[in-house]
């Protein structure tokens, strides 16, 4: 366990560019909906990074802007301003090409409405091949993988059926088939038990699950199911086109309480969100005071205590 001896670098080293080591990085991510008279700012600087590998789910009040954020990551749509990167991919500054790319082949996109996400006409086994038959997969190719998908996420009584054929969490698990049909490097997932009872919910959070242990998929899914994000990992809140605090469970005890520890998320230029309960207790309003102790950061009250 020899170690060199220290050496004090001349210049400082060059510190690597935000989230270079994750497979989506958001820096500072802006989208603005502008319609006649009004302009939503949906996202409002939010930083998120997500590594190869993880689940993370995504949490917040409606019109916090989840929704919004996954579209950006599916590519379905472009940020106002920011840096937004997938796998090497710079989502506001892609051409036709690249994006028809990204789409069809970094990114797997699983909406809430099953109805969005399969063909009415389309069996289940169809479905999932359509995918791969666009991006031009031999049919030999593309039965093995339907069959093992259809399989692996627990439908494969479904493949001769049709939506209509089909109980609600059976579409949401062939839904997720299909958007892992072209092994996408991330699979998203926009509230995909919001249309189901709290059993079949289960079952297609397994799905989803199944997807990143076993498949190798990084999963975003956005929820408003305190289940749900009590089941990952990690949790994410966005707050106002924010992310506001995280919620990380150590290893060996998701799904079981205890274990988990709530973070508060610093942007990059040091801005945190006190919590209400936090700001209410104290009466902290517009303006406090900070103050830094050995291993700690104070805030307190700009009234009283003497001064
Ligand atoms: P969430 O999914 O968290 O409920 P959304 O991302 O759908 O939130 O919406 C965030 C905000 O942006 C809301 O105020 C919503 O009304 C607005 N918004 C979303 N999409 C559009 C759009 N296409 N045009 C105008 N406003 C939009
Ligand atoms: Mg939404």
Known sequence: MDRPGLTLPTAAPREPEFGHDALVVCDNVVRIFQTESVEVQALQGLDLLVHEGEM?????????????????????????????????????????????????TIVGFVRQQSSQNLVPYLTASQVVDLPMTIAGLARKVRRARTQE?????????????????MSGG???????????????????????????????AVEVFAALRTANRELGATVVIVTHDAAVSGQVAR???????????????????????????????????????????????????????????????????????GA
């Open 56 to 104: 993370v789910a995504i949490v917040g009040a409606s019109g916090s802007g989840k929704s919004t954020l996954l579209h950006v990551l599916a590519g379905v749509d472009a940020p106002t301003a920011g840096r937004a990167r997938v796998a090497g991919h710079d989502l506001a500054d892609m051409g036709r090409a690249e994006r028809v790319h990204y789409r069809r």
């Open 170 to 200: 059976e579409q949401q698990r062939v839904a997720i088939a299909v958007a892992l049909a072209n092994q996408p490097r991330l699979l998203l997932a926009d509230e995909p038990t919001g249309e189901l009872d709290s059993d079949t």
């Open 235 to 305: 949790t994410v809140a966005i707050r106002d086109g924010r992310t506001s605090s995280e919620v990380v469970r150590s290893g060996g005890s998701v799904g079981t309480p205890g274990g988990a520890e709530e973070y508060a998320v610093m942007d990059r230029a040091g801005r945190v969100q006190v919590p209400r309960e936090f700001r209410e207790a104290l009466a902290l309003t517009r303006r406090v005071r900070l103050t830094l102790a050995e291993n700690r950061v104070e805030i307190r009250s700009d009234r009283g205590e």
């Open 149 to 165: 998908l259809l399989e692996t996420l627990g439908v494969s009584d479904c493949a001769d059926r049709r939506p209509d054929q």
